[in-house]
């Protein structure tokens, strides 16, 4: 199946000389020292059995992943810090009062 996609060629001063400094943008560039060189269509076939949902499902099971990563870091801090309150404060019902 034909697609179209159109947008813009845009120029910036690349940050590396290997860089070229051209992008392709779906919309006019408006950032500061981005210049539009042209506007451009980009005509491809997709094949018919092209099914997206494979990629989009693997890149969300990666995000679950880094956020359940997060979450027990977060969950091992929220425990470390509550034992060592818990510590200090049986530490301090410990203490006695006796005079010397």
Known sequence: MKH???GFISYEKPY?????G???????GENVGEVTVMPLSIEFDVPDDFDP???LIKALDEKQRAADA????LTTEINRQTTEINRQISELQALTMEAA
């Open 53 to 55: 949902r494979p990629e």
């Open 16 to 20: 590396f000389k290997s860089e070229h």
């Open 22 to 28: 051209f992008s392709f943008y779906r919309c006019k």
């Open 70 to 73: 997060a979450y027990a870091a």
């Open 4 to 6: 179209t996609i159109t």
